[in-house]
């Protein structure tokens, strides 16, 4: 109780942090050819996946509408790249494309937000397995580059709130663990004589 508003503002960040290695991912399977090369661009993607997925944990938020959003600003933004480059702009179809697909992740069972969801997981549990997460990180799943600062800083406090927990209330639930698995044990025991008997 005393770390939830921390809790919960750390959920809402990675949140969004989820989202946007979503939309990174989705935008590098159907356009990375093109744009391989132009870290500048996935920058700015990033960015404007950042601002434009604030607030997402309000009420008021439409996810749908600002995914379209997020769509037409990433064909936008990659198109101007391929300009100013000489290379020719994405056709309607890839547009077409990658804006249903960044719509789909709106979707709680689609395969990109599971995965993308599965890989957090795995380096939250790889960090918290780790005897000072502050001094030597665990590696990065794929897929996880893009937001990889940011999850590092919001593992690394996740891991405080966790370690100092157990710190403070280890000794204390310890000894009702032990109560509750010991006598559980002793009980366990007397039942199979009784039955054996």
Same mark, same amino acid.
């Given at each position: 109780?005393?770390?939830?508003?921390?809790?919960?503002?750390?959920?809402?960040?990675?949140?969004?942090?989820?989202?946007?290695?979503?939309?990174?991912?989705? =935008?590098?399977?159907?356009? #990375?050819?093109? /744009?391989?090369?132009?870290?500048?661009? !996935? &920058?700015? $993607?990033?960015?404007? @996946?950042?601002?434009?997925?604030?607030?997402?944990?309000?009420?008021?938020?439409?996810?749908?509408?600002?995914?379209?959003?997020?769509?037409?600003?990433?064909?936008?933004?990659?198109?101007? =790249?391929?300009?100013?480059? #000489?290379?020719? /702009?994405?056709?309607?179809?890839?547009? !077409? &494309?990658? $804006?249903?697909?960044? @719509?789909?992740?709106?979707?709680?069972?689609?395969?990109?937000?599971?995965?993308?969801?599965?890989?957090?997981?795995?380096?939250?549990?790889?960090?918290?397995?780790?005897?000072?997460?502050?001094?030597?990180?665990?590696?990065?799943?794929?897929?996880?580059?893009?937001?990889?600062?940011?999850?590092?800083?919001?593992?690394?406090?996740?891991?405080?709130?966790?370690?100092?927990?157990?710190?403070?209330?280890?000794?204390?639930?310890?000894?009702?663990?032990?109560?509750?698995?010991?006598?559980?044990?002793?009980?366990?025991?007397?039942?199979?004589?009784?039955?054996?008997?």
């Amino acid at each position: 109780m005393t770390d939830g508003a921390r809790l919960q503002e750390l959920t809402e960040k990675l949140n969004q942090l989820k989202l946007i290695a979503c939309l990174s991912l989705i =935008t590098n399977s159907i356009v #990375g050819a093109v /744009t391989e090369g132009l870290p500048d661009l !996935a &920058n700015r $993607l990033k960015r404007v @996946s950042a601002v434009l997925l604030e607030g997402m944990n309000k009420g008021t938020f439409n996810l749908k509408e600002v995914l379209n959003s997020i769509g037409v600003q990433t064909c936008a933004e990659v198109n101007k =790249t391929l300009m100013e480059r #000489g290379l020719p /702009t994405l056709n309607t179809e890839v547009q !077409a &494309n990658l $804006l249903g697909q960044f @719509s789909s992740i709106e979707e709680e069972d689609n395969p990109i937000r599971s995965l993308i969801d599965k890989r957090i997981q795995l380096y939250m549990k790889n960090l918290l397995c780790l005897p000072s997460p502050q001094k030597c990180m665990p590696p990065v799943p794929g897929g996880l580059a893009v937001i990889q600062q940011e999850l590092e800083v919001l593992g690394c406090q996740y891991a405080n709130i966790v370690n100092l927990n157990k710190q403070v209330y280890g000794p204390f639930y310890a000894n009702i663990l032990r109560k509750l698995l010991f006598s559980e044990e002793a009980m366990g025991k007397a039942e199979a004589s009784a039955s054996a008997n």
